[in-house]
């Protein structure tokens, strides 16, 4: 175990680690998390306070370094700048604290919004040939792509139609048969044809003859047909087919 010096003293160099690296915790007086990182031993104390300013955000020139160990007790000051960090009996576990002394205002390094943000126009930024937008611009990606957004609007454009007549060739109240992709046939009445709320395009309400769907009719606060729980849902247009799909007999007969 190190050698705890008496609290406030100043270690002298020549006492500890020589070349090499540690693990070292570090703490600050302007914030309340404490980094671990590892650090070459060869650094002097001038060089090591440098690499600290990434980590707390104090200046180098206004750090005051106080030296614990990993019991944390206080073995003394690092205030030697030419001093080799490894000349001081640091090791694995101990933890520097840098006590800021530039008058900043404890957190205000952690308020990202008190930092000064660097903003640029929209005319300035669209001149920029290394930015995003011009990289897309380019290689007519995205909305750069007109030719392409032209093409998907047609084929949302015809997708619609489709369902549209699809639609219209299902009458309400009529016996039908889903086919959902991925799922069982299953045998329905149709109780709403159209458009809703809670998605674009034309869609298919339906009553299951059991409890296979996942509502009563209603969607996002809006009623659209009228059914028991878990026996309603909502189909496209082009998994429903009308026809004469009476009611499935489950085989059970009344007790006499």
Known sequence: MMAAAEPGAVLGPGLGLGAGSVSLAVSS???????????????????????????????????????????????????????????????????????????ARIGEYEDVSQVEKY??????????PESLRSFLRQRRWGRYDAEGMRQRAAEQQQCRAQEATLAAALPVGARCQVRVPGQPCKRATIMYVG?????PGYWVGVRYDEPLGKHDGSVGGRRYFECQPKYGAFVKPQTVTPGDFPEEDDGLEDEL
Do not use: Q, W
Request: proline share 2%; glycine share 8%; net charge negative.
């Open 195 to 199: 458009e809703t709320d809670f998605k």
């Open 119 to 128: 903003e640029m126009t929209e005319s300035d930024y669209d001149k920029r």
């Open 29 to 103: 007086s302007l914030n309340a998390f404490r980094a671990h990182k590892r650090y070459g031993t060869g650094l002097t104390i001038a060089e090591f306070k440098c690499k600290l300013e990434l980590v707390v955000g104090s200046p180098a020139s206004c750090m005051d370094l106080e030296l614990y160990s990993a019991e944390e007790e206080l073995l003394g000051r690092l205030d030697c700048d030419e001093a080799l960090l490894g000349s001081y009996p640091v090791a694995d576990g101990c933890r520097v604290h840098v006590i800021d002394r530039s008058g």
